[in-house]
T-cell receptor
Framework: AQRVTQPEKLLSVFKGAPVELKCNYS??????LFWYVQYSRQRLQLLLR??SRESIKGFTADLNKGETSFHLKKPFAQEEDSAMYYC????????????FGQGTELSVKP | NAGVTQTPKFQVLKTGQSMTLQCAQD?????MYWYRQDPGMGLRLIYY???????DKGEVPNGYNVSRLNKREFSLRLESAAPSQTSVYFC???????????FGDGTRLSIL
């Protein structure tokens, strides 16, 4: 079954601390993995996609096919990073459909 | 540059009422999607349209219908609203397969 799992509903850290939001997936094939972010009452925005291998707002994510993971990391969290983060998967046979994880709420405290 | 526009932003319905949520995109995208967002459930796909003239069921299609009116517009209809359909509904579009999706602002729908 195709599935995306984000094991943490809420992650609370202090400003300046490292952050890692976990994402594991189940997919038989070569998926495209994405991280989307939703700031309070705003639309979802693309944060990262694994194929571009870039750093956005200090966040990085590496696709680990052996562990079927795509964890999102940032070395020093900022208060403005507080948001809802969704990991999502798209497969070649899915017509562009995204399968989302349950989401992790990141709270960065001052 | 509007991107994906959804109307209305908020709506309260009574059980049994019908309602159509509108979505339009100005990016000339082929594919459009409707999701619902519920606490602890993430976003779940209701229906999608891979191209103009086609629609397909997603993960949670029961109680909904869609119309891909033209390349720009993709509407979601609730024929007989139920309290279980209280949710935030997001429309999205993408240009090509596996390209990132662009989302609208969402519609907060409450059914009493």
């Amino acid at each position: 079954a195709q599935r995306v799992t984000q094991p943490e509903k809420l992650l609370s850290v202090f400003k300046g601390a490292p952050v890692e939001l976990k994402c594991n997936y189940s997919y038989s094939g070569s998926p495209e993995l994405f991280w989307y972010v939703q700031y309070s009452r705003q639309r979802l925005q693309l944060l990262l996609r694994h194929i571009s291998r870039e750093s956005i707002k200090g966040f990085t994510a590496d696709l680990n096919k052996g562990e079927t993971s795509f964890h999102l990391k940032k070395p020093f969290a900022q208060e403005e990073d507080s948001a809802m983060y969704y990991c999502a998967l798209s497969g070649g046979n899915q017509g562009g459909k995204l399968i989302f994880g349950q989401g992790t709420e990141l709270s960065v405290k001052p | 540059n509007a991107g994906v526009t959804q109307t209305p932003k908020f709506q309260v319905l009574k059980t049994g009422q019908s309602m159509t949520l509108q979505c339009a995109q100005d990016m000339n995208h082929n594919s459009m999607y409707w999701y619902r967002q519920d606490p602890g459930m993430g976003l779940r796909l209701i229906y999608y349209s891979a191209s103009e003239g086609t629609t397909d069921k997603g993960e949670v299609p029961n109680g909904y219908n869609v119309s891909r009116l033209n390349k720009r517009e993709f509407s979601l209809r609730l024929e007989s609203a139920a309290p279980s359909q209280t949710s935030v509904y997001f429309c999205a579009s993408s240009g090509q397969r596996n390209q990132p999706q662009h989302f609208g602002d969402g519609t907060r729908l409450s059914i009493l």
